[in-house]
Nanobody, 120 residues
Framework: HVQLVVSGGGLVQAGGSLRLSCAAS????????MCWYRQTPGKQRELVAA???????NYADSVKGRFTISRDNTKNTVYLQMNSLKPEDTAVYYC??????????????WGQGTQVTVSS
């Protein structure tokens, strides 16, 4: 059994910063790609940022230069540093991890969402 626990959301003024964390625990051999998604009411969940096990990163165009994804493989944790936040960044943010179990199966897991609200 694997759990991804997200923390760090909240309310911030435009131009401010927040840092999200997502810690994985349970039956984990390793974790491949880890990602952050976000979703607003009535819209599909969109990929915000992704990071490979080796540290390669990708970002949505809308967040490039403002958000930074990182990970600590010793803690099975992925982070999303969000700077220069805009009201349009308001959403529920989710993390996702491709977990390799001890029997070497690769399974995708979602963390619970955390609300990020940016006021203008």
């Amino acid at each position: 059994h694997v759990q991804l626990v997200v923390s760090g959301g909240g309310l911030v003024q435009a131009g401010g910063s927040l840092r999200l964390s997502c810690a994985a625990s349970g039956s984990i051999f390793s974790i491949n790609a880890m990602c952050w998604y976000r979703q607003t009411p009535g819209k599909q969940r969109e990929l915000v940022a992704a990071i490979s096990s080796g540290g390669s990163t990708n970002y949505a165009d809308s967040v490039k230069g403002r958000f930074t994804i990182s990970r600590d493989n010793t803690k099975n944790t992925v982070y999303l540093q969000m700077n220069s936040l805009k009201p349009e960044d308001t959403a529920v943010y989710y993390c996702h991890g491709m977990v390799v179990t001890p029997d070497r199966r690769e399974l995708g897991y979602w963390g619970q969402g955390t609300q990020v609200t940016v006021s203008s």
